[in-house]
């Protein structure tokens, strides 16, 4: 009765934090369309308008299909549709579509990728977790720079920090091993037990502070991907001093 109650709950919770990340960018369409219908603006104004409404709908559209896997995830209907994949270009990709983004905020993407990673499993998905962890790395290491910059001590611009993206073969227990580590502003002890529950951030503060703004789907959906995949992902984090994320994924016989 206690597991039912539990499970019960955790519906609850779960149902009314999803209405309220779904609230959140309805409500700003709304304004944005209530404005431009009853207020004579000018032709640049409308165009600002109109951009407000295309990010927030592109916000709306990626909490739809973050909810939308985790019912087939609740559903055990994730569909992996596996396929032989090459871990090194995957990650390779990814850390060139960001390379621009980390470049811009003063951060260096430094990349380690042993050859031949190759696993089983969906691309699309392992993409996703990929993208989540190094984009994750970059917003909240981007977030402390900015901290200090604001320090009224502050007499230079601090060192560029570095994120580290670390691909290998671990041939002792037959798997690949992705390491995504940041010199960000981490996680206090007591959070990290929760860091991957769903709709969870890890401090009010953390974000409010940052400006780092999210579902708090992210790191669930990732964690949701790679148990499908057999896999395994953790992470370990200083306060201050950055985090260090963990993924590890059965390699392929034919990969041996």
């Given at each position: 009765m206690d597991r039912t109650a539990e499970y019960l709950q955790q519906k609850h919770d779960f149902l009314a934090n999803a209405a309220h990340e779904l609230r959140t960018p309805l409500a700003a369409i709304h304004s944005s369309?209530?404005?431009?219908?009853?207020?004579?603006?000018?032709?640049?104004?409308?165009r600002e308008l109109l951009g407000d409404v295309i990010e927030e709908t592109e916000s709306l559209e990626l909490l739809v299909k973050q909810l939308l896997l985790l019912a087939e995830v609740d559903a055990d209907r994730l569909k992996i549709h596996a396929e032989s994949v090459r871990l090194e270009e995957l990650i390779q990709a990814a850390c060139d579509m960001f390379q621009a983004t980390a470049e811009s905020h003063g951060i260096r993407l430094e990349v380690h990728l042993s050859?031949?990673?190759?696993?089983?499993?969906?691309?699309?998905?392992?993409?996703?977790?990929?993208?989540?962890?190094?984009?994750?790395?970059?917003?909240?290491t981007t977030a402390k720079r900015t901290a200090l910059d604001q320090?009224?001590?502050?007499?230079?611009?601090?060192l560029a920090d570095t994120v580290a993206i670390t691909l290998r073969r671990d041939e002792a227990h037959h798997q690949a091993l992705l390491v995504v580590e940041d010199q960000g502003i981490g996680i206090a002890?007591?959070?990290?037990?929760?860091?991957?529950?769903?709709?969870?951030?890890?401090?009010?503060s953390r974000t409010r502070v940052s400006a780092v703004t999210g579902t708090g789907l992210g790191l669930s959906i990732c964690h949701a991907i790679i148990t499908a995949h057999r896999g395994a992902i953790s992470a370990t984090s200083e306060l201050g001093r950055g985090s260090r994320f963990e993924v590890t994924l059965p390699l392929l016989a034919a990969s041996s």
């Open positions: 369309v209530e404005v431009a219908l009853h207020s004579d603006r000018s032709a640049e104004e409308y050859c031949d990673v190759m696993v089983e499993g969906n691309r699309q998905h392992l993409r996703q977790v990929v993208n989540n962890l190094i984009d994750n790395a970059i917003k909240y320090r009224e001590d502050a007499s230079e611009p601090p002890t007591e959070h990290l037990p929760h860091i991957f529950d769903r709709f969870y951030r890890a401090d009010p």
